[in-house]
T-cell receptor, first 112, second 110 residues
Framework: DVKVTQSSRYLVKRTGEKVFLECVQDMDHENMFWYRQDPGLGLRLIYFSYDVKMKEKGDIPEGYSVSREKKERFSLILESASTNQTSMYLC???????????FGSGTRLTVV | RKEVEQDPGPFNVPEGATVAFNCTYSNSASQSFFWYRQDCRKEPKLLMSVYSSGNEDGRFTAQLNRASQYISLLIRDSKLSDSATYLCVVNIAGTYKYIFGTGTRLKVLA
């Protein structure tokens, strides 16, 4: 089975801090994704990447950036954390992009 | 109008009951369809893909109606362990983009 690992399960950060969320997958998948999930809003796509060093904006990229220097690792960066970025962050990977995702266990980020 | 819509529920059903959820989508270019299951405070997990001909996996049956633009999930002989939120997911043709519904919550009662 594909394993997608997110580095932290829970994080608490202060407003204005730069925050790094790391995601690693072990199945040589081309495609990786970052979502946030909020009650009543469902999952919303922040960024995705279909190859090393390639990235595409999703629906809500503002306030975020990403890095994909190696195929297995996709990092989400909050340049200057704000309280409205308090959320559950989910990383996912997919072999073809159309075969469904495997999600990591999520990082629950609280910005205070 | 949301691109993918689901009744949020909760659907409260007794053990052993049959329950069905629908999910409507608005983009006719949608090409791939999935049902995911999400337990409380956990990540979504792929339950099943939905094929044009419909598909069945044990107690679970998924169907696609392209003409009316909806997919359905039927659960027979509900178990307590089926209690979860079920997410409908749609992929738009020619894109890597998946659109998630906000989920339907199911509670199976003893």
């Amino acid at each position: 089975d594909v394993k997608v690992t997110q580095s932290s399960r829970y994080l608490v950060k202060r407003t204005g801090e730069k925050v790094f969320l790391e995601c690693v997958q072990d199945m040589d998948h081309e495609n990786m994704f970052w979502y946030r999930q909020d009650p009543g809003l469902g999952l919303r796509l922040i960024y995705f990447s279909y190859d090393v060093k390639m990235k595409e904006k999703g629906d809500i990229p503002e306030g975020y950036s990403v890095s994909r220097e190696k195929k297995e690792r996709f990092s989400l960066i909050l340049e200057s954390a704000s309280t409205n970025q308090t959320s559950m962050y989910l990383c996912a990977s997919s072999l073809t992009g159309v075969d469904g995702y495997t999600f990591g266990s999520g990082t629950r980020l609280t910005v205070v | 109008r949301k691109e993918v819509e689901q009744d949020p529920g909760p659907f409260n059903v007794p053990e052993g009951a049959t329950v069905a959820f629908n999910c409507t989508y608005s983009n006719s270019a949608s090409q791939s369809f999935f049902w995911y299951r999400q337990d409380c405070r956990k990540e979504p997990k792929l339950l099943m893909s939905v094929y044009s001909s419909g598909n069945e996996d044990g107690r679970f049956t998924a169907q696609l109606n392209r003409a009316s633009q909806y997919i359905s999930l039927l659960i027979r002989d509900s178990k307590l362990s089926d209690s979860a939120t079920y997410l409908c997911v749609v992929n738009i043709a020619g894109t890597y983009k998946y659109i998630f519904g906000t989920g339907t919550r199911l509670k199976v009662l003893a």
